[in-house]
């Protein structure tokens, strides 16, 4: 039997390790702007004078969906007066989730290719991460995993995670869900590898799951007006 010249196993390590070194390395937080809006769904009562920005967050504000999971982290750590543990925390688990599924999608892809697999260890790793803890990779984790499930053929739970992405960031989600549109009525129309009711299942379960985020989007919208 021949011997593997990158092991499964020393890969994993290895991404670890260096996952490991770069949290430690780049210090992770929330941002000044962030630090604000958290401290408000904990304290509503905080600022609450010009100085301030003018958003009552005791009401459901779906443009802070990420906030109030930080703040839920907060409270279940302990840390309401130094927020920067919980995170580091939630930048540890998002960018850990992250780099888990992109080596699933190289797994899927190359299965028994462990050269790709050790390449795409240290992308995953040095593609110089943000070291903000932001809705943007919240997101990124449900469209790693709508992508994952469209490859399995597994329309309904794909359709499922791109609606989530809505819930953390409405304007990723858009541009995901247009292009993502895109690919299926290409594939329908041209390569004939998938059928067109497998294209308006998935646009319909995208829609129904979505659809309460962007309902409050839009009344907010014509409550601005």
């Known amino acids: 039997m021949k011997k593997e010249i990158f092991p499964a196993r020393g890969i994993y390590f290895l991404l670890f390790a260096l996952f490991v070194l770069l949290f430690f390395n780049i210090n992770p937080n929330f941002r ?4 604000s809006a958290i401290r408000k ?5 905080y600022y609450i004078n010009p100085q301030f920005f003018h958003i009552d967050l005791t009401q459901f504000n779906p443009y802070y969906n990420h906030h109030y999971l930080a703040a839920f982290l907060i409270k279940l750590m302990g840390c309401e007066e130094n927020f920067a543990p919980a995170g580091r925390l939630l930048w540890f688990i998002e960018h850990g989730i992250i ?6 999608l190289t797994n899927y892809f190359f299965r028994r290719d462990r050269l790709i697999l050790a390449l795409v260890s240290m992308w995953v790793v040095f593609y110089s991460p943000s070291p903000w803890v932001e809705p943007k990779f919240a997101a990124t984790i449900f469209m790693i995993l709508s992508m994952l499930f469209y490859f399995k053929k597994k329309f309904f739970a794909a359709a499922f995670f791109a609606a989530i992405i809505f819930y953390f960031h409405i304007g990723f989600a858009t541009w995901w869900l247009l292009v993502f549109l895109f690919v299926l009525a290409w594939l329908w129309l041209k390569e004939r590898e998938i059928t067109f009711m497998q294209c308006v299942q998935y646009g319909l379960t995208t829609g129904v799951f979505a659809f309460p985020i962007i309902w409050t989007y839009a009344q907010r919208l014509a409550d601005a007006r």
């Open 41 to 45: 769904v904990i304290y509503p009562q």
């Open 32 to 35: 000044e702007d962030d630090w």
């Open 99 to 104: 780099a888990a599924l992109f080596l699933g």
